[in-house]
C-alpha cells in the first residue's frame, strides 16, 4: 500500500467517524448567523464565431453575494446553512 492510498484510507476513516458522530448528536444550535454565499458570476455577453459556429462568451466576471445564514451545534460542530426566511416579527400598521 502506497502512502498516497494509506493517507486517502484514514481520510475516509476519519471522515466517516465524524459523520456517524453528527447523525447520532442531539444537536443543540446555537445563534443563527448571517453567512453570506459569494459566487463568481459572467456578466456582458459577447457573440462569437469561427466559419458557420457561432456561441457566446462572458466579457468578465464577477463576485455576486447570495444571502445565506448558518448555525452550528455545539455539541459536534455541525454546520447547517439555510436560504429560505420566515417572518418572524410583525409591527402595527398605522
Known amino acids: 500500500m502506497t502512502r498516497e492510498e494509506q493517507l486517502k484510507r484514514e481520510y475516509e476513516n476519519k471522515l466517516h467517524?465524524?459523520?456517524?458522530?453528527?447523525?447520532?448528536?442531539?444537536?443543540?444550535?446555537?445563534?443563527?448567523?448571517?453567512?453570506?454565499?459569494?459566487?463568481?458570476?459572467?456578466?456582458?455577453?459577447?457573440?462569437?464565431?469561427?466559419?458557420?459556429?457561432?456561441?457566446?462568451?462572458?466579457?468578465g466576471y464577477h463576485d455576486v453575494e447570495h444571502k445565506r445564514w448558518s448555525r452550528t451545534c455545539k455539541k459536534c460542530g455541525k454546520v447547517e446553512y439555510t436560504k429560505e426566511r420566515v417572518a418572524t416579527k410583525y409591527e402595527p400598521k398605522f
Not at 31 to 45: H, L, W
Open 17 to 59: 467517524a465524524l459523520r456517524k458522530e453528527q447523525d447520532n448528536c442531539r444537536h443543540e444550535w446555537g445563534e443563527a448567523k448571517y453567512d453570506p454565499e459569494i459566487k463568481r458570476e459572467p456578466y456582458g455577453f459577447k457573440t462569437v464565431g469561427q466559419g458557420s459556429h457561432v456561441w457566446t462568451e462572458p466579457v
